[in-house]
């Protein structure tokens, strides 16, 4: 279901998939996010949580994206959404300037995603070609995190990503706040 830009709330229907709008990837817009779009985005970081089994995970809202991305001199993320026609949110991406002691500045891919009934049409490669486009004038260098057993890893290796766990041995580690915490006692 896609955020209606005029909307507070997520446009349904009880129409067949695309009836009540025939979508046409030449109608799917990719834009720098705005503030307001943080609503439809949250909604759908939570959907993508759900997706990866970890709902619980999500412990920010919209006005926090809201705070971080917009309303600082240093936003924390940049964000692009995929949209139809200026008026329906169907995905997004977030990514943010990270450095390397090795590359210098590289791009790192936060999230990427689309509305399910709008996967397989081309919106996610076109979001994740935004961001790519973006990596490859600025860093030369795009990297990102994905889990093991989502599909989209058979279409990262297509085009060239490389899994650097199995060919380079790299683990990403995390320290929590419960582990951060306990440093400190």
């Known amino acids: 279901m896609p955020f209606h830009r005029n909307s507070p709330a997520y446009f349904t229907t009880n129409k067949g998939l695309h009836d009540d709008y025939d979508i046409e990837m030449t109608n799917v817009v990719i ?3 705005r503030k307001d779009d943080m609503v439809a985005v949250f909604g759908m970081i ?6 990866e089994q970890m709902p619980e995970q999500v412990i920010i809202d919209e006005t ?3 705070k971080d991305g917009f309303e600082t001199n240093s936003p924390a993320f940049s964000c692009y959404v995929a949209e139809i026609d200026n008026t329906y949110i169907i995905g ?7 450095y390397s002691t090795w590359r210098g500045k590289s791009i790192f891919l936060e999230d990427i995603y689309i509305e399910p009934e709008y996967r397989k049409l081309g919106a996610g490669k076109k979001l994740f070609m935004a961001v790519a486009k ?6 030369h260098r795009l990297d990102f995190h994905v889990l093991a057993w989502n599909p989209a890893v058979t279409f990262y290796k297509k085009i060239g990503a490389v899994d650097l766990t199995e ?8 320290m929590g706040e419960n582990a951060l915490s306990r440093l400190f006692e």
């Open 167 to 174: 060919s380079e041995e790299w683990h990403t580690f995390r």
């Open 134 to 139: 973006l990596a490859h004038e600025s860093s």
């Open 64 to 66: 926090v994206l809201m």
């Open 31 to 33: 834009r720098p996010a």
């Open 46 to 51: 939570k959907k993508l949580a759900e997706f």
């Open 92 to 98: 997004y991406a977030i990514y943010y300037t990270c």
